[in-house]
Structures are given as C-alpha cells and as structure tokens.
C-alpha cells in the first residue's frame, strides 16, 4: 500500500555545473522516478547554477531530499514539504557555512518552534536580547539572512502559477 502523498519544492540556490546531474540522479533515486531540472545562471554567485523543481510523493519525501542532498560541500538548497494528512509539513535549508537547518511548518507554511525550544529559550535567556537571539536561532534566520541574496538574484526565474488556491 503506498502512503499517504504530498508535495514540495526543491530550491537549489547554487551549485557547481558539475554537480548539477549528481542533484537531478540524488532527486530521481529518492522520489523514484526522473527528475530534470531546469538549471539557470546564479548571478549571486558567478560559475554556479540554480533551479526550481516541483515535487510530488510520500509523506517524509522532503527529509529523503534532504539527506540525499547534505553531503556535497558548495550547495545551497532549501527543500519544503507541504503539510498533509496526519503530517505537519516541513522546511530543510543548507548552506555550506551554517550546514543544514530544519524547521517544521503548518499548512500556510509557517514555521512553528516546538514548546519545549521556546520554554529553554525562556530558561536560558536571562535578558531580551539573549531571548532574541535563541528564537532568531530556532526560526533559522542565520540561514534565512544567508539564503537570501541567492533567493533574490532569482526573482527572474519563471513564473509558478497556482492552479488550485484556497
């Protein structure tokens, strides 16, 4: 019986031109069935390349990616999965500094810090600042401030129309 499907994204903000059929082989092998990209120039970052893909399959597909993707040193990716029946969804993003981060989120997409991170930020943060912090590390903005000029250099990419909102 196969499970229960859902859907994401995989981001690859930049990677090496060698390493792009390696990323294209690691998504085939972990959704089980081929997966081309349509590989653009980074202008972040000359002499590497990014994509977008649109991916469909079981529950848990988005941290298989994940995985699959970690081990390879000058790849920024962020790969999302989509909330689904009985399964929150979910956020990975990497970069070669910070390594990976992960992030559960709701159905709008919205990350959620578990209550036991936000009660040891409490604990541990003796001033406002220091509590700042501990949440901008549970959110991810160190890789959200690192990810975002590359996010931005393809504002140009094309269009994803939403064929079902609501």
């Known amino acids: 019986m196969a499970g229960v499907l859902t859907r994401g994204v995989v981001f690859v903000h930049s990677s090496p031109r060698a390493l792009c059929p390696h990323l294209e082989w690691a998504a085939s092998n972990v959704l089980g069935y081929r997966v081309t990209f349509e590989w653009t120039d980074q ?3 000359p002499n590497t390349m990014r994509a977008e893909y649109s991916w469909q399959g079981e529950q848990g597909s988005g941290a298989r990616l994940a995985s699959a ?3 390879w ?3 920024r990716y962020e790969i999302t999965e989509e909330a689904s029946h009985g399964s929150d969804g979910g956020r ?5 500094e910070l390594g990976i981060f992960h ?3 709701d159905v709008a997409g919205n990350t959620m ?3 036991d991170r936000i009660r040891a930020a409490m604990q541990y943060a003796h001033d406002p600042r220091r509590l700042r912090a501990e949440l901008s590390l549970a959110m991810g903005q160190a890789w959200d401030d690192e990810l975002e000029p590359f996010r931005h250099a393809s504002a140009g990419a094309p269009v994803r129309w939403l064929h079902r909102v609501g």
């Open 103 to 105: 992030t559960p989120t």
């Open 113 to 115: 810090i578990p209550e």
């Open 73 to 75: 040193a000058h790849l």
């Open 69 to 71: 993707l970690r081990g």
């Open 92 to 96: 990975w993003s990497h970069t070669p």
């Open 43 to 45: 202008p972040a970052e």
